[in-house]
């Protein structure tokens, strides 16, 4: 079946980097356009970016853009999030979801999610 | 980057039948598809609707889901318990360079 699996959270100071982690099993990762969303405490569900299939195209919130990097390695089937200058706001818990295709765009993510992977942004 | 606009909370009681609206624009719900989910703090989220009024293999028949123009909405009929739970809607808006837009969330409790 499919199966997210998330890791790579914790604490962090801000400005450092972090590197998190989206293992994936259960089906063909090269196939499907992939997303990291993320919940603040006490907050709504935030989309925080998306890459295309290939890696070849990539999308981000207004939050995070410049900040944080979406990659992926297909022969690792797995997906990463580089969180470079997190600020305190950054802290939530981050989830990696499949898209329904491997094109980002028009649809937002399906019903295949991690169960998500805690940062929080502290000194 | 605005959010797709939910009511903050709704409530009803066991059997009733509750909606949730979704207001969006032109350039998200107007023009693409809406998915539903039913969210637990620390869960991970569960589709419950995608494509608008489609539902995925396992989820009652109790919930559905409709849209019209740059609205959508979600309807929960036979109200059980077990429904209390955060919904948001989500839907990819075409603005500027693309991005996926959630609804704030919708906190439903059942009475």
């Known amino acids: 079946q499919v199966q997210l699996v998330e890791s790579g959270g914790g604490v962090i100071q801000p400005g450092k980097s972090l590197r998190l982690s989206c293992a994936a099993s259960g089906f063909t990762l090269s196939s499907y356009a992939m997303h990291w969303v993320r919940q603040a405490p006490g907050k709504g569900l935030e989309w925080v970016a998306a890459?295309?299939?290939?890696?070849?195209?990539?999308y981000y919130g207004d939050s995070v853009k410049g900040r944080f990097t979406v990659s992926r390695d297909n022969s690792r089937n797995t997906l990463y999030l580089e969180m470079n200058s997190p600020r305190p706001e950054d802290t939530a818990l981050y989830y990696c979801?499949?898209?329904?295709?491997?094109?980002?765009?028009?649809?937002?993510?399906?019903?295949?999610w991690g169960q998500g992977t805690l940062v929080t942004v502290s000194s | 980057q605005s959010v797709l606009t939910q009511p903050t909370s709704v409530s009803g009681t066991p059997g009733q039948r509750v909606t949730i609206s979704c207001s969006g624009s032109s350039s998200n719900i107007g023009i693409n598809t809406v998915n539903w989910f039913q969210h637990l703090p620390g869960t991970a989220p569960r589709l419950l609707i995608y494509?608008?009024?489609q539902r995925p293999a396992g989820v009652p028949e109790r919930f559905s889901g409709s849209k019209s123009g740059a609205s959508a909405s979600l309807a929960i009929s036979g109200l059980q318990s077990e429904d209390e739970a955060e919904y948001y809607c989500?839907?990819?808006?075409?603005?500027?360079?693309?991005?996926?837009?959630f609804g704030g969330g919708t906190k439903l409790t059942v009475l």
């Open positions: 890459i295309s299939y290939d890696g070849s195209k990539e």
């Open positions: 989500a839907a990819w808006d075409d603005s500027l360079n693309g991005s996926v837009l």
């Open positions: 494509n608008n009024h």
């Open positions: 979801a499949r898209d329904p295709g491997g094109i980002v765009g028009a649809t937002p993510p399906s019903g295949h």
